[in-house]
Each structure stands twice: as C-alpha cells, then as structure tokens.
C-alpha cells in the first residue's frame, strides 16, 4: 500500500517565507550599492581638495622630527615650573566654577525639555536653547567672551559654562524623559503639588544619573579649560600660546606633559565617582 505524505502542499514555500534574513537599511542590494559609491566617491572628492602630495607628507615628516627633537628634553627649571603650577591651578579652578554655572543654568533648562514633565511652549523654548548652545563651538563663545569681557579666566568659565548648557541639558533631559512616571503619580495622588511630585518622585530616580553626567561633564571641561587659553581666555592655554610663540619647544613639552598628566588623573577621578554612583 502505498503510504501518503503527510506534509501539507505548499510547505516548502512557508519555509522559505520564514528564512531568516538579515535586517538592512537600504530596500535592495541596487540602492545599497549606490549608496556606498556615493560615499566613496564623496571621500574621493574630499582627499583630492586637499592637495596632499606625497612630497608634501614626505617634507612634513622632516619637519615633524625637527619639532620633536627640539622639545626633548622638557624644560624643568623652577622659574618655568612656577609658571606652569600657577596656570595650572587656575585651569583647574576655571573648570570647577564652569561646571557648577554650567550645571546649575542647565538644571532648569533640562526639567523644561523633558517632554514628559513639562508643557509645550516651555519644551519647545527649551530645547531651542539646547540646540543654540550645541550649535556654538566653544573656541567661538571663547573668543567672543574675551572680547566683551577682557583677557582673563572669567571669559574662559562663560565659554566653558555656555557648552556644558548644551551638553548636559540635553543628556540628562533625556533621562528624565525615561523615568517611571507611576512613581510621580502615585506622589500626585496624595494631593502634592507639581514641585512637591518633582522633588519625592522624579529627583530620587535620577539623582544617580545626575551624579555621573556631572563628574563626565567635569572630566570635559578639564580638557577644554587647557583650549580656550589660546585664545587668550586663561588658564595655562595661554602659557602654551607664548611658548609656541617664543619658539620655546621645550617648554611646550613641558606644558603638554603637565596637561596629560592633569587630564588622566581627572579621567581617574571621574571613572571611580561614576562607579560608585552607578
């Protein structure tokens, strides 16, 4: 007798359906393919405006090895050394009075673009001022605060300040935006008012996350403290700008030894604080 197949008609065509395939951006393999030629032809373009020769990389290695053997040895005399403590300390203390402006303007900045805490016109308000503060390089508000307001520390902290308003309304808008809203409401059915909701059912969710973008936000502003000098906004920037300009590279060495060694221990600083917090 003749046995009959058990298999449904048609079952091979359902296998096929459900073979795995892999996710992609692109419709089909036509429109992935002129995407990526697009991109390499628009990295050509890029390098040949350039004009980088051979002979002209070949000659900048030349030049590149005079620069570094007349920055060896680092200068180390007391007079230099003084010099460099004393710019060092004030680059320190222009990124701790940054950070602290910075943070504190964000605050609010960032309560009112989280979409799920605040009202329309006040997100919309918000979040332009996030995007005007992303938008400015910081070496830009530098040079403008060293206009209006002189030479000095005080245009360094503004230009520093102004980019952590960017950076940090922006990330820690987002976390609010991810907290448990039942916890606010469970604290708004007892009758407290929109502050009261915030500071017992937002705040103790994001008081970790705060901790750690703040200690980051520092991190950051440790290095950029040691960038806006050179234009002329403080802090041992400006120590390196005279270097350069005076042609002392062996001071130079030493100034950028100095800021290595500051930005590795404020890296060190601000991984173990956000550990903790975490």
């Given at each position: 007798?003749?046995?009959?197949?058990?298999?449904p008609a048609?079952?091979?065509?359902?296998?096929?359906r459900?073979?795995?395939r892999?996710?992609?951006a692109?419709?089909?393999?036509?429109?992935?393919w002129?995407?990526?030629?697009?991109?390499l032809?628009?990295?050509?373009?890029?390098?040949?405006?350039?004009?980088?020769?051979?002979?002209?990389f070949?000659?900048?290695?030349?030049?590149?090895?005079?620069l570094?053997d007349s920055?060896?040895?680092?200068?180390?005399?007391?007079?230099?050394?003084?010099?460099?403590?004393?710019?060092?300390?004030?680059?320190?203390?222009?990124?701790?009075?940054?950070?602290?402006?910075?943070?504190?303007?964000?605050?609010?900045?960032?309560?009112?673009?989280?979409?799920?805490?605040a009202?329309?016109p006040?997100?919309?308000?918000s979040?332009?001022?996030?995007?005007?503060?992303?938008?400015?390089?910081?070496?830009?508000?530098a040079?403008?605060?060293?206009?209006?307001?002189?030479?000095?520390?005080?245009?360094g902290?503004?230009?520093?300040?102004?980019?952590?308003?960017?950076?940090?309304?922006?990330?820690?808008?987002?976390d609010?935006?991810?907290?448990?809203?039942?916890?606010?409401?469970?604290?708004?059915a007892?009758?407290?008012?929109?502050?009261?909701s915030v500071?017992?059912?937002?705040?103790?969710?994001?008081?970790?996350r705060?901790?750690?973008l703040?200690?980051?936000?520092?991190?950051?502003n440790?290095?950029?403290?040691?960038?806006?000098?050179?234009?002329?906004?403080?802090?041992?920037?400006?120590?390196?700008?005279r270097?350069?300009?005076?042609?002392?590279?062996?001071?130079?060495?030493?100034?950028?030894?100095a800021i290595?060694?500051v930005?590795?221990?404020?890296?060190?600083?601000?991984a173990?604080?956000?550990r903790?917090?975490q």
């Open positions: 007798m003749a046995t009959e197949s058990t298999s048609g079952s091979t065509g359902a296998a096929d459900r073979t795995w892999r996710p992609t692109f419709r089909n393999r036509y429109t992935k002129a995407v990526y030629g697009v991109v032809a628009l990295i050509a373009w890029s390098v040949a405006s350039l004009r980088i020769t051979p002979g002209r070949l000659s900048g290695i030349g030049y590149g090895y005079e570094i920055m060896l040895p680092p200068e180390t005399g007391s007079e230099y050394t003084l010099r460099l403590f004393d710019r060092m300390i004030e680059t320190i203390a222009m990124a701790m009075v940054a950070t602290v402006a910075g943070i504190a303007i964000s605050l609010p900045v960032a309560f009112g673009a989280a979409e799920n805490l009202p329309r006040v997100y919309y308000l979040r332009g001022v996030i995007s005007a503060t992303r938008a400015i390089d910081g070496l830009i508000v040079i403008i605060a060293v206009i209006a307001l002189g030479f000095g520390p005080l245009a902290i503004v230009a520093i300040s102004f980019k952590t308003i960017g950076f940090f309304s922006k990330l820690f808008a987002e609010l935006e991810d907290i448990d809203m039942g916890g606010v409401e469970a604290v708004r007892t009758g407290a008012t929109r502050f009261q500071v017992y059912g937002v705040v103790p969710q994001v008081v970790p705060f901790a750690g703040a200690v980051y936000r520092w991190d950051i440790i290095r950029s403290s040691t960038i806006v000098g050179i234009v002329g906004a403080g802090g041992i920037g400006v120590l390196l700008q270097a350069y300009q005076r042609y002392e590279y062996d001071y130079v060495a030493a100034i950028l030894v290595i060694a930005v590795l221990a404020a890296e060190f600083v601000s173990v604080v956000r903790r917090v």
